[in-house]
Nanobody, 118 residues
Framework: QVQLVESGGGLVQPGGSLRLSCAASRSILSTNSMGWYRQAPGKERELVAKITSSGNTNYADSVKGRFTISRDNAKNTVYLQMSSLKPEDTAVYYC????????????WGQGTQVTVSS
């Protein structure tokens, strides 16, 4: 069993920045990918960004150029640096990890609220 603990959410004004962190309870070297999804009220959960074990990244079109995903294998942590935040970025952000060892399985964090409002 793996626990993913997110932190860094909160209230920020439009144009501001936040950094989300997702710390895993075991080594993330055995993951295929890790990343962030978000879900706004009344909307489906959507992929925001993901990073593979080799460091390749993918972003939703709506966040390209504003968000940056990174990982620190030594700290078993994935980060999402969010800049130039917009009200439409308001959502609950969920971290996920796709492990291949000891078996293929996805794990999810509990979610952290990000609210962009003046």
């Amino acid at each position: 069993q793996v626990q993913l603990v997110e932190s860094g959410g909160g209230l920020v004004q439009p144009g501001g920045s936040l950094r989300l962190s997702c710390a895993a309870s075991r080594s993330i070297l055995s993951t295929n990918s890790m990343g962030w999804y978000r879900q706004a009220p009344g909307k489906e959960r959507e992929l925001v960004a993901k990073i593979t074990s080799s460091g390749n990244t993918n972003y939703a079109d709506s966040v390209k150029g504003r968000f940056t995903i990174s990982r620190d294998n030594a700290k078993n942590t994935v980060y999402l640096q969010m800049s130039s935040l917009k009200p439409e970025d308001t959502a609950v952000y969920y971290c996920y990890a796709n492990f291949w060892y000891p078996s293929y399985r996805d794990y999810w964090g509990q979610g952290t609220q990000v609210t962009v409002s003046s």
